[in-house]
């Protein structure tokens, strides 16, 4: 890996460390978050690559770590409360010990609120989506207003309902585990589902069907799982970031994202 402390410019003109981190993001803190998630993205090499999503994801969200009463709000979730913790890489364990557990990208703590953030930027356009919902996930340890979401596992499972682009199942995973950790906490819980929409992928434009299909299976999504107790939100980064409080540092932030990383 390269040090840590030298700066490069990519071609966009924004500065990264050469390990992949924007001014203000505490690299330390980062990848202590991802050798604690496993999967070896940084020693891989997956986290420097052009197209990765985990970048994106922990450069935007890791600037307020450090930083959680500046949190922008996310659009359609309320977070007027003082936001107390912003982090990456977290874990929402569901109601047993062993096995797998949801990770998502960032989480955002109110007093009254836990939101997981899941992000996604070539995924829709890229990878072909699969339905994997174990027998684990019949357990009746959801709580008496889950039963949108029970539903939409049970429609995956059965092909009654498929998303091309959306990645329909892992949102339900992430939202099992959100009502459990949100439980522990005596909070109520959100998942916002962030997105980018980049131009092109190879050499190869991503037609506006593409990108119109994608917003419609997540408004289809939302509104199926609408009323349970996991609020479903969604947007995309250029949609929030143009929300951005009038703050220099913030607004700085916000223009190296879309620099660096063109969501």
């Not at 997956?46 to 922008?72: D, H, T, Y």
């Not at 009502?179 to 992928?201: C, D, I, Q, W």
């Amino acid at each position: 890996m390269h040090s840590r402390g030298q700066n490069a410019v990519d071609g966009n003109g924004s500065a990264l460390t050469l390990a992949g981190f924007l001014p203000g993001v505490p690299v330390e803190h980062v990848l202590d978050r991802f050798a604690a998630a496993g999967g070896n993205e940084i020693g891989s090499g997956k986290f420097q690559s052009p197209e990765s999503s985990a970048a994106l994801a922990v450069n935007c969200f890791g600037w307020f770590i450090s930083r959680p009463s500046r949190f922008p709000s996310l659009p359609g979730i309320d977070t007027s409360d003082t936001v107390e913790m912003v982090d990456v890489e977290f874990t929402a364990r569901f109601p047993w010990a062993g096995g797998r557990h949801p990770w998502l990208d960032a989480v955002v703590q109110t007093p009254k609120m836990l939101i997981g953030i899941e992000s996604k930027r070539f995924e829709p356009f890229r990878d072909n989506k699969s339905v994997s919902l174990s027998s684990a996930y019949d357990r009746p340890v959801w709580g008496d207003n889950m039963r949108r979401y029970e539903d939409m596992r049970d429609k995956l499972r059965s092909g009654a309902t498929q998303f091309r682009h959306l990645d329909a199942a892992q949102l339900v995973k992430h939202a099992f585990g959100l009502v459990t950790e949100a439980g522990r906490r005596n909070r109520s819980a959100a998942l916002y589902y962030v997105f980018a929409e980049p131009a092109s992928r190879e050499g190869k434009a991503i037609p506006d069907s593409d990108h119109a299909r994608h917003r419609q299976e997540v408004a289809d999504f939302a509104s199926a799982v609408d009323g349970d107790d996991v609020r479903f939100q969604a947007g995309s980064y250029r949609e929030w970031i143009s929300t951005w409080p009038n703050d220099d540092e913030i607004q700085a932030h916000g223009r190296a994202i879309l620099a660096t990383f063109a969501p």
